[in-house]
């Protein structure tokens, strides 16, 4: 099959599928310097040493001998870059919050997408690589610690989200966990997502609760992102001050659609500084990026500006998270661990409100990027009904049947 994702860049020879924790924001580690660069290319980039050069060789070196130098001289870069692989991977495990960033627009400008091939492996997927009944009660529950559970309303309130971060600390009701061998309150959602102005509601809430549930908050004039950058930059370090460990920001879809990389990357830069060590989610609004090719490449810029996750939109967009557009997104997750050796999360979100939904993202994950990408740490689902749909099949799982909505307890 003709590849999906086709990068003309040339990858480095490591291609590592690191597993290593993000790093705090150290502006100095998160360039890639020339030696670094130097070091991982490829073999190709060893020349022939001149015969002539006495330096090297002498008259008496044959042909055998100078083979046998130049493999020498090709190990001793294998050593080198080997080194620096080691060096990298101990300097990521030093520190958790943050990726490196590149300027390596060049890269972005290159990529493109097959949009044919994209639809060929997404078809496979939806019927080849479906999970199996058997299994589909542990994927469920497994999910529900994936989930971002969500308020974004306009009357939003404190007695809503304290409701909000109960249903999180408490997201199954006591037969079901009971059901499922599961002490009820060790099993919650990922985090609480609100708006900045209830931020300090959340954390309130969960403290109250005595849940270690992080509070996500949405920022840069969610969901546009229509004011200026300095109004933007100020209301992430509000929703920081306020006490959100997760910030979910909006790209200029502006900038992307003229295919102003350098802008973007330099704005996504100072937001990504304004989270501090608070997560950085970068929502790209997928449904207005016009095609595949724009997607990839603003997932790529996102990832170089240091953003700890790519989310496909803010769920008020006519198009949101579809399969095609998350198998795109994972790809270049993939690229960019293979490129950088450091994994960056992935957040589907808006439509996604039904098991079935959340089983073919999983499935997705899993099948692009892998199990080690399943857990809360890489893969959130940003949802407001979800949990609802996820307790109703679980329910039905144990009395044979599936419950209806009015069925079932109050959220």
Known sequence: MNQEIQGKTSQSDS?????ETRQKPDPERRKFSSESATTTQSKSSLKTPNVKDKKIFTKKDDKKSIAGKQDHEKRTVREKRSLKIKENKANHQENKFACPKSDDLGWVNRSCVNDQAVKGRIQDLLTSRLINADHQVEWLARSIQCIDLTTLAGDDCPSNVARLCSKAAYPLSDSIASALHIENGLLTTGAVCVYPARVADACLGL???GANIPVASVATGFPTGQTSLKIRLAEIEFAVQSGAKEIDIVINRELALAQ???ELYNELVQMRKACGES?????LAVGELCNLTNVYRASLVAMMAGSDFIKTSTGKETVNATLPIGLVMCRAIRAYNRKTGFKVGFKPAGGIRTSKDVLQWMTLMKEELGDDYLTPEFF??????LLNDIERNLAGHFTEGYFLAEEMPMA
């Open 15 to 19: 291609g590592n599928h690191s597993k």
């Open 207 to 209: 403290e109250r609760l």
């Open 260 to 262: 102003n990389w350098k």
């Open 279 to 283: 997560h950085m989610k970068s929502i």
């Open 380 to 385: 959130r689902i940003g949802a407001s009904a």
